[in-house]
């Protein structure tokens, strides 16, 4: 004698629908607050950039004299800029992983942190794992009827966006960073705009909209459990 498992009550329900739809929020921010501060940082750079580049290496990166408070002031609003976006992308790279758990918990998939973490983190694995994850997480807690080829070209397309923006800062940017002191420009950041946008597409399409749950498995006829003795006994006390 099987006994089925009781479905969630509603109010679970709707409090793992709000904790996801924080979560999805979460990112919505950090990616705009991503984006805003590379923005800043580039036109400080073409603005200012240069020019102080060149300056502190006049001086032996140890400015003195009358022109040293000017450049101890650039440099430290450079500092700060620099931060500041450093900041957004960890806290960026951390909303995302804390979403994706919070999605495949509500699902009922396996969500163990480590796991999406690693995902992100394993050199090789990341080239390919998040976009298998964040896939695989949208096919099994999204309506059955939407278009597989729609998923996968969303994914598809935030996923290469990303390793296009990876290759810009790992491969092209230290070559314009020779006379400056980022070398960042417009591209990295049409390139960063352009993933950013894409991800959070990817959230808001992957990120139920009403109650996140898995979809019956093949095995599961979805009829409400039969009655047993046992259940009769229970209502009966």
């Not at 032996?60 to 500041?84: E, H, K, N, Q």
């Not at 959230?203 to 599961?220: E, I, L, Y």
Request: aromatic letters at 6%; hydrophobic letters at 55%; glycine letters at 6%.
């Amino acid at each position: 004698m099987r006994f089925a498992q009781a479905p969630p009550t509603k109010a679970a329900t709707t409090s793992a629908s709000k904790v996801v739809s924080k979560a999805a929020t979460t990112v919505y921010v950090t990616l705009a607050a991503q984006v805003l501060s590379l923005g800043a940082l580039v036109v400080f750079e073409q603005v200012r950039g240069r020019q102080l580049a060149a300056e502190l290496a006049e001086f032996g990166g140890r400015p003195s004299g009358p022109d040293a408070d000017a450049l101890a002031g650039a440099a430290t609003v450079f500092a700060v800029l620099l931060l500041i976006a450093l900041a957004t992308t960890i806290a960026a790279a951390a909303a995302h992983t804390t979403w994706l758990v919070r999605v495949r918990q509500a699902g009922a998939l396996p969500a163990a942190r480590s796991t999406v973490a690693a995902a992100w983190l394993i050199p090789g694995v990341n080239l390919v794992a998040p976009a298998v994850l964040v896939y695989e997480t949208w096919r099994a807690t999204g309506p059955a009827e939407e278009s597989r080829r729609g998923r996968v070209a969303l994914v598809t397309g935030w996923w290469l966006s990303w390793l296009a923006t990876l290759a810009v800062f790992t491969i092209v940017l230290p070559l314009d960073a020779l006379d400056s002191l980022t070398g960042l420009g417009f591209l990295e950041l049409a390139c960063l705009a352009l993933s950013a946008a894409l991800c959070a597409a990817t959230v808001r399409r992957v990120t139920p909209q009403r109650s996140p749950a898995v979809r019956p498995s093949a095995g599961s006829s979805g009829r409400p459990a039969p009655v047993t003795a046992i259940t009769r006994l229970g209502r009966a006390s």
